[in-house]
């Protein structure tokens, strides 16, 4: 190779790694690029690719035919007739778990009723989460460049462009949860800078407000997580400085209050089944309670139960479905369920569905973008695991992972559309992915 071919290699290659640098450097540059490159995406996903490149995936005003968007989009052109017909008097608050039906009327009425001009609130909504997962890698990382190419899986990936080119309430739930997690990272992170800690909290609080917004019933495992965390705080040799303390101690009574006004059920839609539904026949359905259990467990495990069965109401004939006769009636049920639902939250779609065949194209398309996923996540567990073994004792990681197998666990338990689950899944799954790049490119830089 000629030293002039040489020379400019090197330099392009420093050019790249200057860029890279100039990026992670400051969240608010990442924050803009991600937004500029979402918003553009998006518009071309909505105006260009599906009514003039692949219009058999084209359900019609830019919306992907199959995808949720549909019925989001129908409701808030309702709500935008309200308005159109008596004005800001018409409006009300929509309930929790819809928050694009109210974010898309109101901009219908205010612009234009076409889905592309809700567009920006999403790529700002996937912007800053991507930023807070970002932020949240970059704790562990051995540096920024680290951090985000451990982020790449969820930037880059096809599931995150349906999430922000259409009407779907997960970017708005990403941004919840990232916010949510980079929270408490950073709490335990700054353990004895009061500063930090009072704005990890504020933080902790105005993610908790999101997320029950997008998905209320999230509420009682935040709420779980959040004061057990202060609880560990209190424990912690770390938080025994006397200012530190009346902070925690404040978080602790903050959150409590918050999650008493916070919607915390499970969503309603879901529960308001037929008692007499039943996916074997017409069965009454009867909660037999468990003797050996405290009541608020067994009750919650009757919500569970009840949600699966909303689930089963509207899902069960679905040619991805699994496991649609699986109901239960006591709290021994669920319980046995669990090692099934391990299964199913950690290696499904399984590989035999990955290629199966399918009248509809979307089907397809949904099918072989979690094929893509899957390899992906299966390639990741050994580092996964490794990543877990060198952070060992790191509150911060052990607060994460768990957060993360939680609410996987529970998305398997009630939820019986692999693909729904495979959506609702998908955040916690990058999240990680990124922990196992991360440690893969610990072990190769260390060797």
């Not at 893509?372 to 990741?380: N, R, T």
């Amino acid at each position: 190779m000629s030293k002039s071919r040489l020379s400019r290699k090197l330099i392009l290659k420093e050019d790249k790694k200057t860029a890279v640098l100039y990026l992670v450097q400051s969240p608010r540059r990442l924050f803009f690029l991600i937004f500029g490159v979402t918003l553009g995406l998006g518009l071309f996903v909505q105006l260009i690719f599906l009514p003039h490149i692949a219009p058999h995936l084209h359900h019609g005003f830019g919306i992907l035919a199959g995808d949720d968007s549909i019925k989001t989009d129908a409701h808030a052109l309702a709500r935008y007739g309200s308005l159109m017909e008596k004005g800001w008097s018409g409006w009300r608050a929509n309930r929790p778990g819809r928050p694009m039906e109210s974010i898309g009327a109101v901009v219908y009425y205010l612009t234009t009723p076409w889905p592309f001009v809700v567009l920006p609130f999403q790529a700002l909504f996937f912007a800053a989460a991507s930023v807070c997962l970002f932020l949240l890698l970059r704790a562990f990382a051995l540096s920024g460049s680290v951090a985000l190419l451990a982020a790449l899986p969820f930037l880059l990936s096809p599931s995150s462009v349906l999430a922000y080119s259409g009407l779907l309430k997960d970017a708005l739930d990403y941004l919840g949860v990232c916010l949510f997690l980079l929270s408490w990272v950073a709490f335990f992170s700054k353990s004895e800078n009061k500063g930090e800690i009072l704005r990890s909290l504020c933080g902790s609080l105005f993610a908790s407000a999101i997320i029950s917004y997008t998905r209320p019933h999230v509420v009682p495992t935040l709420m779980i997580f959040s004061i057990g965390a202060l609880g560990v705080a209190l424990l912690s040799r770390s938080f025994h400085q006397r200012k530190v303390m009346g902070i925690v101690v404040l978080g602790i009574l903050l959150h409590l209050g918050t999650f008493l006004i916070l919607p915390k059920h499970f969503n309603p839609a879901r529960t308001e089944v037929p008692d007499d539904y039943h996916p074997q026949g017409n069965e009454t359905y009867t909660w037999t309670p468990t003797s050996w259990l405290p009541q608020p467990i067994d009750h919650l495990f009757n919500i569970i139960s009840r949600t699966r069965r909303g689930y089963l109401f509207e899902a069960a004939t679905a040619s991805t479905s699994l496991d649609v006769h699986t109901v239960w009636t006591k709290s021994t049920d669920v319980i046995g369920y669990f090692p099934r639902a391990v299964q199913l939250f950690l290696f499904a779609p399984f590989p035999d569905q990955w290629f199966s065949s399918s009248s509809a194209p979307t089907s397809r398309l949904f099918r072989l973008v979690g094929a893509l996923h899957m390899m992906l996540f299966y390639l990741s567990l050994p580092f996964l695991v490794l990543f877990i073994i060198f952070w060992r004792r790191s509150k911060a990681m052990w607060f994460v992972f768990l957060f993360c197998l939680t609410q996987m666990m529970m998305q398997a338990l009630v939820q019986v559309n692999m693909g729904t689950l495979f959506r609702q899944r998908f955040l916690y799954q990058q999240i990680l992915v990124g922990f196992a790049i991360l440690e893969c490119v610990r072990r190769l830089r260390t060797r």
